[in-house]
């Protein structure tokens, strides 16, 4: 079977790949770009794991073929920090101890940012809500609650 060719924008990068029709964006950017920092907890979109932003939108990217990527731009956690420069969010979370076995963080961290993107200033609700599609199984819920509220506080102040 043929492949699809696909052009697309990943953390602001023009990437070709080609991919089975069949094959999910997930799947493409573990196996195929190395890009494995979004991770497959659930593979149907109920955990939050493998987030990504497509189009300045938040998905689950086993829930997204990868053919589905032709002239998108897609964030992935890889693209948070600036080299050596961690981004606030990813400061915080290790700052409040918002972590454990970490399988779950970049999708929380990315979904994070989405929400202060949209949400500067958001509440605990909000935030709660905002992170309501990522499930972790290791730490409660109140450091990851809190880092976010440090981070949207410093970038509100950057």
Request: hydrophobic share 40%; charged share 20%.
């Amino acid at each position: 079977m043929a492949g699809v060719a696909v052009s697309t924008t990943i953390n602001g990068d023009l990437v070709e790949y080609l991919c089975q029709p069949d094959e999910t964006l997930l799947e493409v950017l573990r196996d195929r770009l190395g890009l494995t920092g979004a991770k497959e907890g659930c593979g149907t979109g109920d955990c939050g794991a493998c987030s990504v932003i497509v189009d300045n939108r938040l998905v689950c990217s086993c829930l997204v073929l990868g053919a589905e990527a032709e002239g998108r731009q897609i964030e992935t956690i890889e693209g948070m920090a600036h080299g050596d420069q961690l981004h606030p969010l990813q400061q915080k979370f290790l700052e409040h101890a918002a972590l454990q076995c970490g399988v779950c963080t970049p999708g929380f961290l990315i979904a994070a940012k989405d929400l202060l993107a949209k949400n500067p200033s958001p509440t605990e609700e909000e935030i709660r809500f905002g992170l309501a599609g990522n499930l972790c199984r290791c730490t409660g819920y109140d450091k990851i609650v809190r880092a976010v509220q440090d981070a949207a506080n410093v970038m509100k102040g950057a």
